[in-house]
C-alpha cells in the first residue's frame, strides 16, 4: 500500500466543519486559473452541463477531506510536481513527508501544474516501480 499525491501540498489537520463550498462560478474560475482546460469548455453551456456535476462531487469531496487525525499514515507516501507548477511548489509538495511514518519519495517532473499530460509515460513508470518494490508477493494459486 501507497500513497501517491499529485501537485498539492499536505492539508494540515483541522477540526471538522470546516470544509470549503464551491459554486459552480467558483469551479469555472478556479479551472481557468489552473491553466490545461480547453477553452472551448469555457465557451460551451452544454459541455458544462455534463462535467459541472461530477466536478462539483469532486470539488466537495476535496473541501470536505479530513485528515483521520495528527498522527501519521504508516503506509509509504509518493509525492509529484511539476517543475513549473505555479500553485504549488517542490518544497509545499515535501510537506507530505510529514504525514507519514514510513518512507517518503519526491519526484519532480517537467511541466506545469497539468504536468501528468506530458509525462504519462514517466508516471505510469513512477507508479509501477514504488508498487513493485512495496506490494506484497500475490498469494499461491491452489486447486486449479
Do not use: N
Not at 16 to 27: L, P, Q, R, Y
Amino acid at each position: 500500500m501507497r500513497l501517491f499525491a499529485s501537485g498539492g501540498i499536505a492539508r494540515p489537520y483541522r477540526p471538522k466543519g470546516s470544509a470549503e463550498v464551491f459554486g459552480d462560478g467558483d469551479i469555472l474560475v478556479h479551472l481557468r486559473a489552473l491553466g490545461g482546460t480547453d477553452e472551448r469548455f469555457f465557451a460551451s453551456e452544454e459541455l458544462q452541463a455534463l462535467v459541472l456535476p461530477a466536478l462539483r462531487a469532486d470539488y466537495r469531496a476535496v473541501g470536505a477531506y479530513e485528515p483521520p487525525g495528527p498522527g501519521r499514515l504508516g503506509c509509504p507516501i509518493t509525492a509529484l510536481i511539476g517543475d513549473a507548477d505555479e500553485r504549488t511548489s517542490p518544497e509545499e509538495a515535501a510537506t507530505w513527508r510529514e504525514r507519514t511514518s514510513g518512507s517518503f519519495d519526491l519526484r519532480v517532473l517537467p511541466g506545469g501544474h497539468f504536468y501528468l499530460d506530458a509525462c504519462q509515460e514517466q508516471v505510469a513508470g513512477i507508479v509501477t516501480d514504488a508498487l513493485g518494490t512495496d506490494r506484497p508477493a500475490a498469494p499461491a494459486r491452489t486447486g486449479i
